[in-house]
């Protein structure tokens, strides 16, 4: 059985083009996000801060960026080369 589906409306139409995110760019994008510029992101600094980045599961990856990147486990990750490259590999696209 086939069935007719029609086009979407020309409105509707929607391209979608990406560009990947230079190191450069995701290091201004992590520290516009320090609130109290004291160069660490806090669970939910980082949160928003993946949300920008287009993260779907930005809790998941605060989670695993936490363990990731806290190299003392208190709960705040400083923005370093550590932080940029795990993030950086995760090959976020804007």
Do not use: T
């Amino acid at each position: 059985m086939v069935r007719y589906v029609p086009a979407p409306p020309q409105q509707m139409m929607v391209k979608e083009a990406y560009v990947v995110w230079s190191r450069k760019q995701v290091e201004d994008l992590l520290k516009s996000f320090d609130m109290d510029k004291d160069g660490k992101l806090s669970k939910q600094e980082l949160q928003a801060a993946l949300n920008k980045l287009g993260s779907r599961c930005g809790f998941l990856r605060v989670l695993r960026a936490l363990r990731h990147a806290d190299s003392n486990k208190d709960g705040l990750i400083s923005i370093d080369d550590h932080l940029v490259n795990y993030l950086f590999e995760c090959r976020y696209k804007l």
